[in-house]
């Protein structure tokens, strides 16, 4: 099975700072990846996902991540965080090979300090 | 419209209580999932059924049985529930796609807590 792995549980950064969000998959063959962002109390909300048409993806809410073959990552990132961010973000993927099974990473907790 | 919609939204109930949750979805998808998250956030798939047949099967306590009675609904039974049973729900569809990049989409979630 696929395997996503997200350093960090917890993020803390300061209104107007850079948000990195760090998430590696560990298969030989890139899975299908997406990130997900779930706000207090409500289901989770696609932020973006990666299309293979280009690296760099673009999300909604100012959000967007880069692929990374050869590091094998798909680190979520914006350039400036709002108090409207705290939430807590998810990498996920799924195997191109059968699609349709979505495995989750543990998630990180983003805390936007004002 | 809401497209998958879970009810009901907090469930609370006794030990050894039998309970279910249903989940319906309007997006047309073919694929329903079951996650449960518990309290430190984690997500981890139960069940997943294409066009009402059982494709993922987790391993998961045979007190929980899933049921689709047709490719828009997935409900969700639970037999004689545990304290560890407590946790928040989660409803998900995607369409079946085979080597495409389409993701799931989720409902609110339930939170079950039992007592």
């Known amino acids: 099975a696929q395997s996503v792995t997200q350093l960090g549980s917890h993020v803390s950064v300061s209104e107007g700072a850079l948000v990195l969000l760090r998430c590696n998959y560990s298969?030989?063959?890139?899975?299908?990846l997406f990130w997900y962002v779930q706000y207090p109390n409500q289901g989770l909300q696609l932020l973006l996902k990666?299309?293979?048409?280009?690296?760099l993806v673009k999300g909604i809410n100012g959000f967007e991540a880069e692929f990374k073959k050869s590091e094998t990552s798909f680190h979520l990132t914006k350039p400036s965080a709002h108090m409207s961010d705290a939430a807590e973000y998810f990498c996920a993927v799924s195997d191109p090979g059968t699609g349709n099974q979505f495995y989750f990473g543990t998630g990180t907790s983003l805390t936007v300090i004002p | 419209d809401t497209a998958v919609s879970q009810t009901p939204k907090y469930l609370v109930t006794q030990m050894g209580n039998d309970k279910s949750i249903k989940c319906e979805q309007n997006l047309g998808h073919d694929t329903m999932y079951w996650y449960k998250q518990d309290s430190k956030k984690f997500l981890k798939i139960m069940f997943s059924?294409?066009?009402?047949?059982?494709?993922i099967n987790e391993t998961v306590p045979n007190r929980f049985s899933p049921k689709s009675p047709d490719k828009a609904h997935l409900n969700l039974h639970i037999n004689s529930l545990e304290l560890g049973d407590s946790a928040v729900y989660f409803c998900?569809?995607?369409?079946?796609?085979?080597?495409?990049?389409?993701?799931?989409?989720f409902g609110q979630g339930t939170r079950l807590t039992v007592v």
């Open positions: 998900a569809s995607s369409p079946y796609a085979r080597g495409s990049n389409t993701e799931a989409f």
């Open positions: 298969s030989s063959v890139p899975p299908y």
């Open positions: 059924y294409n066009n009402k047949e059982l494709i």
């Open positions: 990666y299309t293979s048409a280009a690296t």
